[in-house]
């Protein structure tokens, strides 16, 4: 079974609303990129994962935050749309609109999750959801179009 490519870039948004670096991580992590490429993925994804819990660490919704999380949407949302027959619009669009909702979702679950469960345990849940949506979005059964062999795929 085949997802919309529309779907898994609104997946891949919603997850990049909750961490930014995974709008760009998640495709070339997925892809056949060479292994330096796929290390600073991994170094990216670490690091914002580690920052995250950090107490100095701004707001996710103060507007260059948010702008980031657009800016890795789209972009996510365009490598993911390359893997298709499709054209890139409607992915990108999907994906900036998940970046927005999973960026909104995200800071509001944190504040509700942290005074009852602590901020670690309630950042830990988190991580574990956007990962969890960007493996889905980018995974391998989605990564090549239809009729296109590994060989041939990118």
């Given at each position: 079974?085949?997802?919309?490519?529309v779907?898994?870039?609104?997946?891949?948004?919603?997850?990049?609303?909750?961490?930014?670096?995974?709008?760009?991580?998640?495709?070339?992590?997925?892809s056949?990129?060479?292994?330096?490429?796929?290390?600073?993925?991994?170094?990216?994804?670490?690091g914002?994962?580690?920052?995250?819990?950090?107490?100095?660490?701004?707001?996710r919704?103060?507007?260059?935050?948010?702008?980031?999380?657009?800016?890795?949407?789209?972009?996510?949302?365009?490598?993911?749309?390359?893997?298709?027959?499709?054209?890139?619009?409607?992915?990108?669009?999907?994906?900036?609109?998940?970046?927005?909702?999973?960026?909104?979702?995200?800071?509001?679950?944190?504040?509700?999750?942290?005074?009852?469960?602590?901020?670690?345990?309630?950042?830990?849940?988190?991580?574990?959801?956007?990962?969890?949506l960007?493996?889905?979005?980018?995974?391998?059964?989605?990564?090549?179009?239809?009729?296109?062999?590994a060989?041939?795929?990118?």
């Open positions: 079974m085949t997802t919309s490519p779907l898994r870039a609104a997946l891949l948004g919603t997850a990049t609303g909750g961490r930014s670096a995974l709008g760009v991580a998640g495709p070339v992590l997925s056949t990129r060479r292994w330096p490429v796929r290390l600073a993925a991994v170094a990216a994804v670490a914002e994962l580690v920052a995250d819990k950090l107490p100095g660490t701004p707001s919704t103060i507007p260059p935050s948010v702008a980031v999380r657009l800016a890795s949407g789209a972009a996510g949302g365009a490598l993911l749309a390359g893997r298709g027959a499709g054209g890139p619009v409607l992915p990108v669009l999907a994906a900036v609109a998940g970046a927005a909702a999973g960026t909104l979702a995200g800071a509001r679950w944190r504040g509700w999750a942290a005074p009852r469960t602590g901020p670690l345990p309630a950042a830990l849940v988190e991580d574990a959801l956007v990962l969890g960007a493996a889905l979005a980018c995974g391998p059964r989605h990564s090549r179009a239809p009729g296109r062999t060989a041939g795929a990118g």
